[in-house]
């Protein structure tokens, strides 16, 4: 079994930081692409940035130059650095990540995981 546990939520006023933690536990033998996604009552999820295994970053155009997603292959755990917030960056944020992982007689590949969510609130 594969679980990942986001961090870092809470409430902070407009222009200030947070910075989310995710960490991947299980027998995992690896981590591929992982993503931060966010989500408001009536609305879609979105996709807030993505970072490969390599280290390649891509990110919204809403979070551009605010937000920065990193990864710490030792710790299995992925970040969400987010400066400059604005009233409208308030969602559940949700981790994810396609996991190769191994159990008891067997091993899956690129299966896709996700966290439950760490609320952020930011006020105006």
């Known amino acids: 079994q594969v679980q990942l546990v986001e961090s870092g939520g809470g409430l902070v006023q407009a222009g200030g930081s947070l910075r989310l933690s995710c960490a991947a536990s299980?027998?995992?033998?690896?981590?591929?692409?992982q993503a931060w996604y966010r989500q408001t009552p009536g609305k879609q999820r979105e996709l807030v940035a993505t970072?490969?295994?390599?280290?390649?970053?891509n990110y919204a155009d809403f979070v551009k130059g605010r937000f920065t997603i990193s990864r710490d292959n030792a710790k299995n755990t992925v970040y969400l650095q987010m400066n400059s917030l604005k009233p409208e960056d308030t969602a559940v944020y949700y981790c994810?990540?396609?996991?190769?992982?191994?159990?008891?007689?067997?091993?899956?590949?690129?299966?896709?995981?996700w966290g439950k969510g760490t609320l952020v609130t930011v006020s105006s």
């Open positions: 994810n990540a396609q996991i190769d992982r191994a159990g008891r007689g067997f091993k899956e590949y690129g299966m896709e995981y």
């Open positions: 970072i490969t295994s390599g280290g390649t970053t």
């Open positions: 299980g027998s995992i033998i690896s981590i591929n692409g």
